[in-house]
């Protein structure tokens, strides 16, 4: 006689995503289904797991809907770093950057130096394992691929123009796609739709780079397409009722109205659901925030469909030398970018009119930007001169009797990749973080995981948030409730998306979370190194024990008294593709 149950959690407080109050539950899991959900005990009777929630939160698998997990995705299927933390469901092929249509070495350059991946780790995954060039290869390489989590995906524009117009015309700015090209890229798009994708991802930020010889240190190819075509794939987006996923050009402001006009529709057409990077508090520029909060209300006020991506924690950036991805938003860091070249590197920086072209972008306050241009805000923090470790660069500067600019290029210049700093470019007030994330036209979004390996770690965004609703709470000053928290970050974006997802309901695939509320006081932004999977690197990741004590992913164990158990990742069962489901629900706000 079979057990009635092959999982039993019990006695936990049960928030079933879909933002209502929360109630002791006992729950219990067959055939990877939610099977039963009762306010009394359920008959334990030969079931080979009950675990005993008293005191803890029971909610669905959170959803983590911006990742760069592409390349990871192919050989290490587990992503046990976003796992770990509650994560059941992971999208990629964000940021134009899906690794579907285009051959292996074009798909490794529009990736790695835009994500901080290696290209000599990224290529030879992909010219190994990559036998498939189409949307409906990609997904008939998931059905047999040992997945994790479940994985959704976006069609990433980039993707799809250097697999049709190839990489040199496709990042060549007076090139137009030829008639029979736009109607490849087309049925490339509606091919994926039609395969469950969420839709499209397009890039128009400059200062997102190509790798490799071919074309290095060329915008992505997304960012040379006039709107134009931009506008004929989003028109199969709305037939679809699917997503365009973006991100404005920073350097152009005014680009937003473009997004506007096509989330709006019109008379003759529907809005287009859409989603842009990001809603944030930015140090260096404060009308941002205020602006895209504008945006968002004006165009869902006009009957939009529109979200920003909100992270709901302190942008921190980490840095190695003059290696990172803000300093290409100016043309004196551009210039020093664009050398591969150590030695030409080297000379570049130590030329004086190079250091005024330097010190005049630094010193400009009116420009669009990212960083607040601040070395005084910059702490380092490993540097083959102890003497300057925990120090910021103005600090040094001062001491020294320099400018902070000279100081920054002379440290450069002297140790490379080896003097590593941080810097935190937004998101820096508490109380203003606390508003963003009641912004009810932005998704908890935006965690970049799989991406930036040695600058960034947002694996645990989930439980940042949490925790920031939960401290809230208890200085009884709520943001919001504990529910609709979990909501936001399940039921709400699976809504969104039109996915089978986010809830826990009788009938539901069983992706469960059990939380320890307990130990939230320990610090969520703390970072640590730890082996990459099956990549032989050390990158940047979150740790948090004892914070998330269980995770069920398609009723099957993934992680076990807080340890990622050695299945995930080479076993069958876990997780699956989640197509969009037809029919799908519009998305709009209801909890």
Not at 139 to 153: A, E, M, R
Not at 287 to 299: G, H, I, Y
Request: hydrophobic share 40%.
């Amino acid at each position: 006689m079979h057990p009635a149950f092959e999982v039993i959690i019990k006695n936990g407080l049960l928030m079933d995503g879909q933002g209502g109050p929360a109630s002791i539950q006992h729950l219990g899991i067959r055939d990877g289904r939610v099977a039963a959900i009762s306010a009394t005990p359920l008959d334990e009777t030969g079931c080979p797991r009950v675990i005993d929630a008293t005191g803890r939160w029971v909610t669905p698998g959170f959803l983590d809907t911006h990742t760069h997990y592409d390349a990871e995705l192919i050989v290490a299927p587990s992503l046990s770093e976003s796992v770990r933390h509650g994560v059941t469901t992971v999208l990629v092929g964000s940021c134009s950057l899906s690794m579907i249509c285009s051959d292996a070495e074009d798909a490794s350059d529009i990736f790695t130096r835009v994500e901080t991946v290696p290209r000599e780790k990224v290529l030879p995954i992909l010219r190994e394992h990559k036998r498939w060039n189409s949307p409906k290869e990609w997904v008939d390489f998931l059905k047999t691929h040992p997945l994790g989590p479940n994985v959704i995906s976006f069609l990433g524009h980039s993707d799809i123009r250097v697999s049709v117009m190839g990489l040199e015309r496709a990042t060549d700015r007076s090139v137009v796609p030829t008639e029979a090209e736009m109607r490849r890229m087309e049925a490339l798009l509606e091919e994926a739709l039609k395969a469950g994708f969420l839709g499209l991802s397009t890039m128009s930020l400059k200062w997102d780079k190509v790798d490799g010889d071919r074309a290095w240190s060329k915008s992505l190819p997304s960012t040379y397409a006039r709107w134009r075509e931009t506008c004929r794939l989003n028109s199969l987006l709305r037939r679809y009722n699917r997503v365009h996923q973006g991100a404005p050009n920073a350097a152009n402001p005014f680009q937003i109205l473009e997004f506007l006009s096509e989330t709006i529709g019109g008379w003759l057409r529907k809005p287009l659901k859409t989603t842009l990077i990001a809603l944030i508090d930015l140090k260096g520029n404060k009308t941002v925030k205020p602006m895209a909060q504008l945006a968002s209300w004006v165009a869902n006020a006009l009957g939009g469909n529109f979200r920003w991506q909100l992270l709901p924690t302190p942008f921190t950036v980490y840095a190695e030398g003059i290696d990172v991805v803000f300093f290409e938003e100016f043309g004196a860091g551009e210039m020093a970018l664009d050398l591969r070249d150590q030695v030409a590197r080297n000379a570049l920086l130590k030329d004086e009119t190079y250091r005024r072209n330097f010190r005049k972008f630094y010193g400009e306050k009116l420009s669009p930007r990212v960083w607040q241009r601040d070395f005084g805000d910059a702490q380092i923090l490993e540097c083959p001169d102890a003497t300057l470790v925990g120090k910021n660069f103005a600090e040094v500067a001062q001491a020294r009797g320099i400018h902070v600019v000279d100081l920054f290029l002379d440290l450069v210049v002297e140790f490379g990749r080896s003097i590593r700093w941080y810097t935190t470019v937004g998101n820096h007030k508490p109380d203003v973080v606390r508003s963003l994330v009641q912004h009810k036209h932005a998704l908890i979004s935006f965690s970049d995981a799989g991406a930036h390996i040695r600058n960034m770690a947002f694996y645990n965004l989930p439980l940042r948030f949490l925790k920031l609703v939960h401290e809230s709470i208890q200085a009884g000053k709520p943001v919001m409730s504990i529910e609709k928290a979990v909501w936001r970050m399940t039921g709400e974006q699976a809504d969104w998306f039109g996915l089978d997802a986010g809830k826990l309901r009788v009938g539901d695939r069983a992706d469960v979370v059990v939380i320890n509320p307990q130990v939230f006081e320990q610090n969520l932004e703390a970072v640590h190194w730890a082996e990459m999977q099956n990549f032989g690197l050390q990158r940047l990741v979150n740790r948090n024990p004892g914070i998330v004590e269980q995770v069920f992913i398609n009723g099957k164990v993934a992680v076990q008294d807080g340890a990622v158990v050695p299945q995930l990742g080479s076993e069958h069962g876990y997780g699956q593709f989640l197509p969009v489901q037809s029919g799908s629900a519009q998305g709009r706000l209801t909890a």
